[in-house]
């Protein structure tokens, strides 16, 4: 999470201008319908943000205006589907600015950056998955939830040093030339954490997962036993 002081007025005003349009079309496609007349959808909404909110919580904040902390939009995405996974980012974001834990003029840079870019991620590697229609269900769990909570870690972190890069208001610690080491440190545990996540609800929870097809990855495969007359 990046802090105001250590972002130009340019990338506050982008930042806004990129996550405003994304909040709306999610808001556009949510099935509010649907949501209102479900109250087990109500609910898993509900425990999400709870649950995503006390993450960002946890977090290691340094005196030079950043602060890190896991994403777990990976599993969010993939638990909720990205319309809802969006809103229910903002609705977290919303706590901490109410806390005083996030700046609301820097809530559309890190909007776009910890809740857009992994949403977008994830939603691009479940469709992939979806169009493979792959029969064993690791594979979902391994490219919809490993793969993608990792990739989205490493290209969170790139962009936003880059935009500390390149704002030019950010101290750059000495150790950058061993950053490719401290990577793993990042990537592993965010990666362990959404495919632990998305592991348990495949297991024992899958009809909460909106984006898993159950009849393709539990069904048991057809057998002609019959014999032949």
């Given at each position: 999470?990046?802090g105001?002081?250590?972002?130009?007025?340019?990338?506050?005003?982008?930042?806004?201008?990129?996550?405003?349009p994304?909040?709306?079309?999610?808001?556009?496609r949510?099935?509010?319908?649907?949501l209102?007349?479900d109250?087990?959808?109500?609910?898993?909404?509900?425990?999400?943000?709870?649950?995503?909110?006390?993450?960002?919580?946890?977090?290691?904040?340094?005196?030079?205006g950043?602060?890190?902390?896991?994403?777990g939009?990976?599993?969010?995405?993939?638990?909720?589907?990205?319309?809802l996974?969006?809103v229910?980012?903002?609705?977290?974001?919303?706590?901490?600015?109410?806390?005083?834990r996030?700046?609301?003029a820097?809530?559309?840079?890190?909007?776009?950056?910890?809740?857009?870019?992994?949403?977008?991620?994830?939603?691009?590697?479940?469709?992939?998955?979806?169009?493979?229609?792959p029969?064993?269900?690791?594979?979902?769990?391994?490219?919809?939830?490993?793969?993608?909570?990792?990739?989205?870690?490493?290209?969170?972190?790139?962009?936003?040093?880059?935009?500390?890069?390149?704002?030019?208001l950010?101290?750059m610690?000495?150790?950058?030339?061993d950053?490719?080491?401290?990577?793993?440190?990042?990537?592993?545990?965010?990666?362990?954490?959404?495919?632990?996540?998305?592991?348990?609800?495949?297991?024992?929870?899958?009809?909460?997962?909106?984006?898993?097809?159950?009849?393709?990855?539990l069904?048991?495969?057809?057998?002609?036993?019959?014999?032949?007359s």
């Amino acid at each position: 999470m990046i802090g105001v002081e250590v972002l130009s007025a340019q990338s506050l005003t982008v930042g806004w201008l990129i996550y405003l349009p994304v909040i709306a079309w999610a808001v556009w496609r949510t099935p509010w319908v649907e949501l209102f007349a479900d109250s087990r959808r109500q609910h898993l909404l509900f425990g999400t943000v709870f649950a995503l909110f006390m993450l960002w919580l946890v977090r290691r904040d340094f005196d030079t205006g950043v602060s890190y902390h896991f994403l777990g939009m990976t599993a969010v995405t993939l638990l909720l589907d990205w319309p809802l996974a969006i809103v229910g980012g903002l609705v977290a974001q919303a706590g901490l600015v109410l806390l005083g834990r996030q700046d609301l003029a820097a809530v559309g840079v890190n909007g776009a950056l910890l809740i857009v870019l992994p949403v977008l991620i994830t939603e691009c590697c479940a469709i992939l998955v979806e169009r493979a229609q792959p029969r064993n269900l690791f594979v979902y769990i391994f490219v919809s939830g490993f793969f993608a909570a990792a990739l989205s870690a490493l290209l969170c972190l790139l962009l936003a040093l880059w935009l500390l890069w390149y704002d030019g208001l950010f101290a750059m610690p000495y150790w950058l030339e061993d950053f490719v080491g401290y990577l793993w440190l990042i990537i592993f545990p965010e990666a362990f954490i959404n495919g632990m996540v998305v592991s348990a609800l495949v297991v024992f929870c899958p009809e909460w997962l909106e984006t898993f097809n159950r009849t393709r990855y539990l069904s048991a495969p057809w057998k002609d036993d019959d014999p032949k007359s």
